[in-house]
């Protein structure tokens, strides 16, 4: 995938494409969704920002987030150690950082229009549950279970026993992330978009789905890859 934002491209268009571009629009006091219909370069002058470093801060997110690893199947004759690294700096701040940036919008679009889309009220309530969840999550997977699989690894357990026991229970908290995120998907009919559905309610859906996308390839790397080396599946 090619980066292709230009000074001619429409505020909105970019968003729909990158919708973690909107994060960088925030910042930047930019309208992309009553107002997105016009030039970045316009849309910069609005504003006086210099283009260039808009371009630049754009191009960051793109490489960031859309070139990304997506051949996970590399990492099968990974070390532990490499995989868990792995996951923390790609997976685990990435969601994180999402979770934070993207919990305003949803709130957003919920209170605007939860009274015609009540769906957006469960939605909203799903999300936090999975905010939560996942975020508890990746603390206990850092301070208690990858060291724990690294003494694993170099056979010094002390407890092997616990630190399987513990494996277990994160492939179930895994199963419980993934149910949120069913219900989310069905709450919102497949991420849908109704007809009167402004700028801001596009980019939570889209982000949303990315969401979603990003943690199945966080539990792929766990549960497929990582785990089965130290518990019978």
Not at 174 to 183: M, S, V, Y
Not at 184 to 207: E, H, K, N, Q
Request: aromatic share 8%; charged share 25%; hydrophobic share 40%.
């Amino acid at each position: 995938m090619t980066f292709t934002i230009t000074a001619n491209s429409l505020v909105r268009d970019i968003v729909n494409e990158l919708p973690k571009a909107s994060d960088i629009f925030k910042q930047n006091r930019i309208d992309f969704c009553c107002g997105g219909n016009i030039p970045l370069a316009h849309a910069a002058a609005q504003n006086g920002l210099n283009l260039d470093n808009i371009i630049e801060d754009l191009k960051a997110v793109f490489e960031k987030y859309e070139n990304a690893e997506k051949d996970v199947e590399v990492w099968t004759d990974s070390d532990s150690q490499t995989i868990i690294n792995h996951v923390i700096t790609n997976y685990h701040r990435v969601s994180e950082e999402e979770l934070t940036m993207l919990s305003p919008y949803v709130t957003k679009v919920s209170r605007v229009h939860g009274e015609h889309h009540p769906e957006l009220v469960k939605m909203n309530e799903l999300f936090y549950e999975f905010k939560k969840e996942l975020l508890d999550h990746m603390v206990k997977e850092e301070e208690i279970v990858f060291p724990l699989i690294k003494e694993l690894a170099n056979g010094t357990a002390r407890n092997p026993e616990e630190a399987i026991k513990l494996i277990v229970e994160l492939e179930k908290e895994h199963d419980h992330a993934g149910e949120i995120l069913r219900q989310i998907r069905a709450v919102t009919s497949d991420f849908t978009l109704p007809v009167d559905a402004c700028g801001t309610y596009r980019l939570v859906f889209a982000r949303l789905e990315a969401l979603e996308s990003l943690t199945f390839m966080h539990v792929h790397l766990e549960n497929n890859i990582l785990f089965p080396r130290y518990i019978a599946n």
